[in-house]
């Protein structure tokens, strides 16, 4: 698949560049797309989340009624979890949720992310730019100028650019991320991929 290069300005500079096959022409893979988010997500989590029991709680350990004959349920100390404000059982530990993917599952999944994008044809490539000082206004007028300021988007540069980043980090639907830090979570999350000359080339070499 070819696809024409653009300026900052919209104009179309003529040039050509090519999608590697290899890459965003495969067969997507649904299932590696969903193991890949589900741990991408899972990773994130704190599992800081924690309920106390019956042996944590401070109050009395007096049997608060007759073991039979109140006509309820048996209960013993005012921490039972029968009454309100008592403990809770089986309740929520402090526990990781990380778990372990392959890294070619993890490959297989980014390429078969950046294919769907292709297949949807939700990719833009531009010429390597850079910006003097960071102007969220001339990040707005590059955007409005590639016909996707209406969607949420994925600026995938070669390399880390300070001024493009704070240009762009106020914008609530606008994402700038690194090639070494592409990943399908990133992908997908974005309904339009816009990328430079320079981190296309180096896609192409995944």
Known sequence: MELSV??????????????????????????AIYLDVKQHLA????????????????????KLGRQKGGGGARRGDINSPVLVGGARVFGPKPRDYEFKLNKKVKALARISALAHKAKANAIVVVEDFSFETPK???????????????KKMLLVLAENNKNIYL?????????????????????????????????LAAINNF
């Open 167 to 199: 240009s762009a980090r106020n914008l609530q639907k606008t994402n700038v991320t690194t090639v070494s830090e592409l990943n399908t979570y990133k992908v997908l999350d974005a309904a339009q991929l816009v990328v430079t000359e320079s981190s």
């Open 136 to 150: 969220t206004k001339d990040f707005i007028d590059m955007v409005k100028n590639l016909k996707v300021a209406d």
């Open 6 to 31: 653009y300026n900052i300005k919209g104009e179309d500079t003529g040039k050509k560049v090519t999608l590697n096959d290899s890459i965003f022409g495969v067969e997507p893979n649904d299932h």
């Open 43 to 62: 990773n994130k989590r704190q599992g800081t989340h924690k309920s106390k029991e019956r042996s944590e709680m401070s109050g009395s350990t007096r």
